[in-house]
């Protein structure tokens, strides 16, 4: 998450060394009458992880998974001694690289799988889910990960707020996830119909798009919904990857905002300056179209003067 408050308690910090106006901080106008706006972005880009919170329902199916394995297979000659619980992590993380499956679920398996002292087979991609293997395990994982999301998934309703607001104002509502297939968890969050373009991971391998912080998925994304990189506000936290992935796009205006709803440090709010964010959002209810299609106005004014005097 991020945490930034400027002077005047707003909750919204701009990029510093980002104005014009050098030595002066950029004031926001919380109400501005939109259509008095000159320039008005047409696109507004997040990250799938930014919307809907994804780890905390992976940690939990993992866990579920593994408990049950536990329960069913025991751990009869399947448990390493203390002593080689050093080596153990070492093995089973290059193990779990061999999973074809996306990195997330490495982790919460591999934690679970040390504090247990489990060391299995490494096993084959051909191995069924729930089969007594590391293959078997992330499978079932993933199986049962696939079953919880249709059910839905705990999302940030700020955010998705402020998105529905910004496409009745006129934008195009554009998502990302490049780990896989983000529809059944958007249906299963009843949200799907808010995004005009998504961008999974089929698309970028079909495409052949670099990963974050390369910006070719933005740049896909921006290309589907008609509009230029100029033209977009992009809606990105820390964890997403998106900061820098956006300012490499040339994105009109970048904003860093809370993941999942934590707060950002001070060194963490500076992080995202620097990796790309013109301005640091403490919470996301800070937000809103006015005060984004108005820092979006004033950061497109300086982007036409140092085109026009850099």
């Known amino acids: 998450g991020f945490f930034s408050m400027d002077d005047d308690g707003s909750g919204l910090s701009p990029r510093s060394g980002t104005s014009s106006n050098k030595g002066s901080s950029r004031s926001i106008d919380q109400s501005p009458e939109l259509e008095h706006a000159k320039f008005k972005p047409r696109a507004v880009i997040v990250d799938l992880d930014d919307v809907v919170q994804i780890d905390p329902v992976i940690a939990r199916c993992v866990n579920e998974t593994f408990q049950e394995f536990l329960n069913q297979k025991g751990k009869d000659n399947e448990t390493s001694t203390v002593e080689d619980n050093g080596n153990l992590e070492a ?171 934590v707060p950002l440090s001070a060194d963490q709010s500076q992080q995202a300056s620097k990796l790309g964010a013109d301005v640091v959002a403490e919470e996301v209810s800070t937000l809103d179209p006015a005060s984004l299609f108005k820092l979006y106005e004033n950061r497109v004014k300086e982007y036409s003067w140092m085109l026009s005097f850099d």
């Open 91 to 261: 093995v089973l993380q290059a193990q779990l690289l061999e999973v074809d499956v996306p990195h997330r679920f490495h982790e919460p398996l591999l934690k679970l799988l040390v504090q247990d002292g489990v060391t299995i087979p490494l096993g084959t991609r051909d191995d069924q889910p729930g089969a007594s293997t590391v293959h078997g395990l992330v499978k079932a994982s993933m199986q049962h990960f696939n079953e919880v999301v249709l059910k839905g998934v705990p999302h940030d309703q700020n955010l998705v707020t402020i998105l529905w607001d910004m496409k009745r104002q006129g934008c195009s509502v554009g998502i990302l996830w490049e780990e896989g297939d983000p529809q059944s968890i958007l249906s299963g969050t009843g949200i799907s119909k808010l995004f005009d373009v998504v961008l999974d991971q089929d698309i970028k391998n079909t495409f052949g798009l670099d990963s974050k912080p390369a910006p070719d998925a933005i740049l896909k994304l921006c290309t589907d919904m008609a509009v230029s990189p100029y033209e977009t506000i992009g809606l990105f936290s820390l964890e997403s990857g998106g900061l820098p992935a956006a300012r490499n796009g040339y994105v009109g205006l970048v904003v860093a905002i809370p993941h999942n709803g």
